[in-house]
């Protein structure tokens, strides 16, 4: 009998989505990355992301002690503070006044509230969605928005992990943490469809992104 794969490993591949046309997240992010989009877009997406990075975050104190899910969390994973500075130099002081959660948002905001109350396994899963996600090519897009809108470090905090000097390091370490996690089959199915929310969450925010882009183009 063949042993049974990784979880990490099953996790990827159950969620992960080949696509030849691109998604809404791709379709943003070339354009910004190419120069095809302004620098409002690029801040759109910083103030969308402080609501949802705001959500994470709260749900993480309130479950720092829970032993399993305090396996994932590290000081250097925290992108919040990042994201006050980054917005308090592309906007102002005022900044609190000047954004909005789109519907998207509001309503990813409240999935993770919601099931990071009553579930460490559906916290985990927007935990390694979000914050995975973010170590991969985060020196990358940092780079190319430094050279395209003239940032220095302002503006582009949310992108630089200070603390974690070898992503990919990183990333190996959070994947054995979670092969290593006790999980019953039913939890680590739970994980496996929450991270599948997440993920259509974050392309329909790309969505409401573009289409806002769009209506403000137009």
Not at 16 to 23: E, F
Not at 54 to 72: K, M
Not at 136 to 164: H, K, P, W
Request: aromatic letters at 10%.
């Amino acid at each position: 009998m063949p042993a049974a794969i990784p979880f990490s490993q099953a996790l990827r591949e159950r969620t992960s989505v080949r696509s030849a046309v691109p998604s809404a997240s791709e379709r943003f992010m070339a354009a910004l990355l190419s120069g095809r989009s302004v620098r409002a877009d690029y801040v759109a997406l910083v103030a969308q992301n402080y609501f949802v990075y705001g959500a994470l975050e709260r749900a993480a104190e309130q479950r720092a002690s829970d032993p399993v899910a305090a396996t994932f969390m590290s000081p250097a994973l925290t992108r919040l503070p990042a994201i006050r500075e980054d917005l308090r130099f592309l906007i102002g002081e005022d900044w609190q006044d000047s954004i909005a959660p789109l519907a998207t948002t509001k309503r990813y905001v409240d999935r993770i509230e919601s099931v990071a109350a009553t579930s460490t396994g559906a916290f985990v899963a927007h935990h390694y969605t979000r914050y995975l996600g973010d170590l991969s090519g985060c020196a990358i897009i940092r780079a190319i928005m430094q050279r395209q809108f003239g940032f220095e470090t302002n503006g582009v905090g949310f992108y630089l992990f200070a603390d974690i000097a070898k992503p990919k390091e990183f990333k190996s370490t959070y994947r054995a943490q979670l092969d290593a996690v006790g999980w019953s089959e039913e939890e680590r199915e739970r994980v496996i469809a929450e991270v599948g929310v997440a993920y259509r969450l974050t392309e329909e925010l790309f969505e409401d992104l573009s289409s806002s882009r769009n209506s403000t183009a137009a």
